[in-house]
């Protein structure tokens, strides 16, 4: 097993799998009247968060939790080199701790490789700024296979801000690996230049939503935020939401089949209408009690609970 | 003063010969010298090149002396065969004034190992808006001929046009930081397939190649000088080679690391490799390298730029860009272009020196030469080991790796600044 998961490119498709089936089994635990596994119990799990995200630190959270581990709660909101402790000051700080796991999430890309260097535990990339956020492509191709059954062949439209996307990068990676083969969909100046290239060569980009709905087996939408706006990457909020939206009318041109998902928080009216996300073929609220059970998986494989 | 016996060197690669250094210059040149009372240095199977000169050098005093100072940048040039650098004005407070080129000025002289000519900035603490007292440097007892806003872009085009025209009065020279500043707002990496990868903000090649195009028109417009610092693309070689072509004043520098080093090292998040310009791709290296040896590329300047540890032992994005250089781009040079000696002796000492005006300096080791001369082992090779440099800083992209070339000995006006490889003081 790998020590650390930094990207969707450190996973190979047996390790990923495995993930997988592992969280399988640790969803029948959420079923339980007794939600709690001995796996974990002793080690201690650090949730390390530059960055608000209530939904991603509580599902961590519920994780460790659920696999009997300590956890402890770091909120270094705000904090940089110029307003307090330097990262691997408090690297070092949790690494005399005893943190077995930290599970970071940060607003500068690559802050999970750096503490990396520096601790001796395993490290959880939860979201590194704008580059991975590996964790999320787990459980979102957990929830393709659990409602399609199958990750190989599938294919999967992303559509929105790629560029700042950190959920859209570690789910090429991973779906790739796994053999389901993605699409990229936004206006040209929210795709990052040569995105093929840099991350799995069979990808695709296309800027036209229309012209993919009807091959597409999943459609991602990722969340756009109205500041793009002021910075000229589209014109209006208005005109985004004509243009990459996701409304009836175009969720009625999917396949029968085809599923609806959302790494959330929405933007309801921007990128996804209300009738979109409350529909049967939306996974949103799946993807949320499914995260929990991936990151179950992913903390009990990189802490070899396999080996207990 | 004193005298030194150089026997045996090869001066810029021709048949062994000695040299002579008294009273400040090169004496004699011949074999079987002797000399009563001379330090004799063993110089077999050792080159010697003129005394090698910096464009583009951060020395960090005034301001930040935890991360260099005159003197411990001094000693690192003397130590990377350097007789001359300039020393660029992003210091604090900013070198925009007479008083701070003349401070800079005298704590080079205190120091007395390489000669350092303070560089002035263009505006007035490197603001951008109006343009600094470039006539009260120039006429300064350090003698300003080079000004530059390195680290940011006179991106004002009437402003660069005015400081163009206006340096013509005492020939001096505008050295463009080349960076259109609204291509690169929140940029940390070259722009490209490694930027997208890496979730890290692209600074695209065309922000520089687009003030190049837009600086040398400038320049040809109002018949003046202009030097452009750190050309990192090779686009901006097609604009220059362009210029050139049309007689534009305009000269350029290359650094050592965009010579050799390319963006796929940011793929270990280590800020060690963030610069700026940012380290570019495969294509740009070949094509500086090409430039260089044709001479579209000028000069090979190092952007020297110490940081202290926790300005780059952090996150990416909070580091501070810029990477050491003085002590290894004498090795790099010889990595890259082989030894081919009056080709650095041009691109390293003869053509800076030109472009600055330092008239002692650049003058290859000869009967009458002014004794600024450099000895190289050419068949050394040594591994860079950070806490071995003389920099107070540790911020080389070179560690571990082997490296060709030693310099040996460094002369500054006669007097040796380094013999044996290491600082006389």
Not at chain 1, 189 to 200: N, Y
Not at chain 1, 281 to 303: C, P
């Amino acid at each position: 097993m790998i020590r650390h998961l930094l990207s969707g490119a450190d996973l190979d498709a047996a390790t990923a799998t495995r993930i997988l089936d592992t969280a399988a089994e640790m969803a029948t635990v959420a079923g339980r009247e007794v939600k709690k596994l001995p796996a974990l119990r002793g080690r201690t799990v650090v949730n390390l968060f530059y960055e608000d995200s209530t939904r991603t630190r509580i599902s961590f959270e519920a994780a460790a939790k659920r696999l009997s581990a300590d956890v402890i709660n770091f909120s270094a909101k705000g904090s940089s080199v110029a307003k307090g402790e330097s990262l691997k000051d408090t690297a070092l700080t949790l690494q005399a701790m005893g943190a077995d796991a930290v599970v970071v999430r940060h607003p500068a890309s690559g802050a999970a490789h750096r503490l990396a260097e520096w601790v001796d535990g395993s490290v959880v990339n939860a979201g590194d700024g704008t580059h991975e956020h590996p964790t999320q492509a787990l459980l979102d191709a957990y929830t393709m296979r659990s409602r399609l059954g199958r990750l190989a062949g599938l294919s999967v439209a992303v559509v929105g801000d790629v560029l700042h996307s950190r959920v859209a990068r570690s789910n090429v990676l991973l779906l790739s690996t796994l053999g389901a083969k993605v699409t990229l969909v936004g206006p040209p100046t929210l795709i990052p230049v040569d995105i093929a290239a840099a991350l799995a060569p069979d990808t695709t980009v296309c800027y036209d939503l229309d012209a993919v709905l009807p091959t597409s087996d999943v459609v991602m939408m990722l969340r756009v935020q109205r500041e793009r706006m002021s910075d000229s990457y589209f014109p209006s909020a208005r005109e985004y939401a004509r243009r990459y939206g996701l409304d009836g009318p175009r969720m009625r041109r999917l396949p029968e089949h085809a599923i609806v998902m959302h790494p959330g928080p929405m933007n309801r009216g921007m990128e996804i209408t209300p009738e979109v996300a409350d529909s049967p073929r939306s996974t949103i609220v799946e993807q949320v009690a499914n995260g929990v059970s991936v990151r179950m998986a992913v903390l009990y494989l990189l802490l070899g609970g396999n080996n207990a | 003063m004193s005298a030194y016996l150089i026997k045996g060197v090869s001066p810029l690669g021709a048949a062994p010969t000695d040299l002579l250094i008294r009273d400040g210059v090169v004496a004699e040149a011949g074999s079987g010298l002797s000399a009563a009372g001379a330090t004799v240095v063993d110089a077999d199977g050792l080159v010697a090149l003129p005394g090698l000169v910096d464009l583009h050098t951060h020395l960090r005093e005034p301001g930040r002396e935890d991360a260099e100072t005159v003197e411990s940048g001094s000693r690192a040039a003397a130590l990377g065969g350097y007789t001359a650098v300039c020393a660029m004005a992003n210091t604090s407070p900013v070198a925009d004034t007479a008083g701070v080129v003349e401070q800079v000025w005298r704590l080079g002289r205190e120091a007395g190992l390489v000669d350092v000519q303070p560089v002035g900035a263009v505006t007035v603490g490197l603001a951008g808006e109006r343009l600094a007292e470039l006539g009260a440097m120039a006429d300064s007892a350090a003698r300003v001929r080079i000004f530059s806003d390195d680290g940011h872009c006179v991106a004002d085009p009437r402003l660069m046009r005015r400081a163009l025209e206006y340096v013509k009065a005492f020939d001096g020279i505008i050295a463009q930081h080349a960076e259109e500043p609204r291509l690169t707002e929140g940029a940390q990496m070259h722009e490209g397939e490694v930027s997208t990868r890496l979730g890290l903000t692209g600074w695209p090649a065309v922000a520089e190649e687009a003030i190049i195009a837009r600086d040398v028109l400038l320049a040809e417009h109002v018949g003046s000088r202009l030097h452009v610092c750190h050309v990192s693309t090779a686009g901006s070689v097609e604009v220059l080679r362009h210029a050139k072509a049309r007689g534009v004043r305009v000269t350029a520098e290359v650094t050592p690391h965009h010579l050799l080093l390319t963006d796929v090292r940011a793929e270990t998040y280590d800020p060690v490799y963030k610069v700026n310009p940012p380290l570019r791709t495969d294509d740009d290296v070949a094509a500086l390298r090409a430039a260089l040896a044709d001479g579209v590329i000028d000069v090979i300047a190092t952007d020297h730029a110490p940081h202290a540890v926790e300005d780059k032992e952090c996150e990416w994005a909070y580091a501070r860009p810029g990477m050491l250089g003085l002590e290894t781009a004498l090795s790099i040079a010889l990595e890259v272009l082989g030894p081919r000696w009056d080709l650095i002796a041009e691109r390293m000492s003869r053509t800076p020196a030109r472009i600055a005006g330092l008239e002692s300096h650049g003058v290859d080791p000869a009967p009458g030469a002014p004794a600024n001369l450099t000895l190289v082992d050419p068949a050394a090779r040594r591994v860079v080991e950070p806490g071995e440099l003389a920099s107070l800083s540790r911020n080389t992209p070179y560690a571990g790796m082997t490296l060709p070339g030693r310099v040996v000995a460094t002369f500054l006006r006669g007097e040796a600044t380094v013999l044996d490889g290491k600082a006389v003081r």
